[in-house]
């Protein structure tokens, strides 16, 4: 099992920056892979950018690349986003699960989300 706790979402002018936080727990932590998702108003939840139980292995959508990073530190995951644009306006999810992959099916385990908005 894993419980997921996101945090750090809030109102910002397009160009700025944002970190979110993902805290992570349960019996599954160690081994799990950790994934950013997001879902704007009327569209699919997608998958933005993943990384593995060491910290080593990293996947980004094409969307974001060169922008977010993503890391990790033990339980915690973090996702960097700098040049914000308004269509990265979305809810913003963190999930877990033990396969690498940005496809936001494939998790089972999930927070409830932190929402994120980019307008001046």
């Known amino acids: 099992q894993l419980e997921l706790v996101e945090s750090g979402g809030g109102l910002v002018q397009p160009g700025g920056s944002l970190r979110l936080s993902c805290a992570a727990s349960g019996s599954l932590v160690d081994l799990a892979v950790i994934g950013w998702f997001r879902q704007a108003p009327g569209k699919k939840r997608v998958g933005i950018s993943t990384?593995?139980?060491?910290?080593?292995s990293t996947e980004y959508a094409d969307s974001v690349k060169g922008r977010f990073t993503i890391s990790r530190d033990k339980n915690t995951v973090f996702l960097q986003m700098n040049s914000l644009k308004p269509e990265d306006t979305a809810v913003y999810f963190c999930?877990?699960?033990?396969?690498?992959?940005?496809?936001?099916?494939?998790?089972?385990?999930w927070g409830r989300g932190t929402q994120v908005t980019v307008s001046s």
């Open positions: 990384i593995d139980s060491t910290g080593r």
């Open positions: 999930a877990g699960d033990l396969i690498e992959t940005l496809n936001p099916n494939i998790f089972r385990f």
